[in-house]
């Protein structure tokens, strides 16, 4: 491939891959903003809705920093260490493009890809199902008496009843407690994280601190789940339904939606032929 050729293909790889991400990110805007949740009723006396509200142990903000942080810095630094080395330089529009820094944009490209996915799939899942989130009674504290014989025992409906607690800025997420976007989240990260460094952390002797980083990455989203049952934020099935389809999406991007940029072995093996050869004489394998 000449050089113009490889500068033009490189640039419609961008140009695509910007577009690609441009619409994946209004559609989680449109999702996460602009669409109103289905508001599900309840049961007066369905217990899994009386928990009381608390903090989340695990912010939003938590969250998004250590599970895109961790992912990104662990690409610069394996990619660099993999591919440091290797002479097949590019320039794209008379700049020098090392291998490397290939090799890290095609795995941040398709992790980025798979986050957007997991994103969207939760945000449409939420607005579908509006299912009420555990703390229910104690944030919308709801207008009908269940004290009374008439509300006993039969399903109330989003339209026959208003919401009198303070935090009236969170009633609308008070809806939203299928699927847990914090397991989905966590798990696709922290997942695909793992199945990453299976892959490229290869050096001689890193065996037993590569296992031990992919348990710690599957560890941390592994709490970031169960601290959603704990912080009554999410129903025990949230959870494993959210975590399910993390781990999920991460198993696929990686399979199917990663490209990486392999080595170049410094050292070609023996022909087959030649193997057998000396196996067979191994004294024509002795200089005379």
């Given amino acids: 491939m000449s050089r113009e050729e490889g500068t033009m293909f490189a640039l419609r790889k961008v140009v695509v891959d910007g577009l690609l991400f441009c619409g994946l990110l209004f559609c989680i805007y449109v999702t996460h903003y602009l669409w109103a949740p289905f508001e599900r009723g309840f049961f007066c006396g369905d217990e899994s809705l009386m928990f009381p509200y608390m903090d989340d142990t695990v912010s939003s903000t938590m969250l998004r920093v250590v599970g895109l942080g961790l992912p990104v810095l662990t690409f610069l630094i394996c990619e660099w260490a993999l591919l440091r080395k290797e002479d097949e330089e590019q320039h794209y529009l008379n700049i020098r493009i090392p291998v490397w820094l290939r090799g890290f944009y095609c795995a941040l490209a ?8 997991v994103e969207l799939t939760t945000n449409i899942a939420k607005n579908v199902i509006g299912r009420p989130r555990p703390h229910f009674f ?48 966590s798990a696709y990260t ?36 169960l601290s959603r049952v704990s912080d009554y934020k999410h129903h ?53």
């Fill in 236 to 288: 025990w099935s949230d959870v494993l339904a959210g975590y399910s389809l993390g781990i999920t999406l991460a198993v696929l991007v990686w399979t199917w939606g990663t490209d990486i940029i392999q080595p170049k072995k410094k050292h070609s093996p023996l022909p087959q032929h030649d193997n057998i050869s000396l196996m067979v004489h191994p004294q024509e394998a002795v200089p005379t």
């Fill in 138 to 185: 104690n944030l919308c504290q709801p207008s009908v008496d269940c004290s009374l014989p008439v509300w006993r025992g039969r399903y109330i409906q989003s339209h026959e009843y208003t919401c009198t607690g303070s935090l009236s800025e969170k009633f609308r997420d008070m809806h939203m407690s299928f699927l847990s976007g914090h397991s989905a989240w």
């Fill in 190 to 225: 922290m997942v695909y994280l793992a199945l990453y460094l299976e892959k490229r952390m290869v050096w001689r002797g890193t065996r037993v601190l590569r296992h031990s980083l992919q348990f710690g990455a599957v560890m941390l989203s592994w709490f970031t789940a």
């Fill in 110 to 117: 398709s992790f980025a890809l798979g986050t957007c996915f």
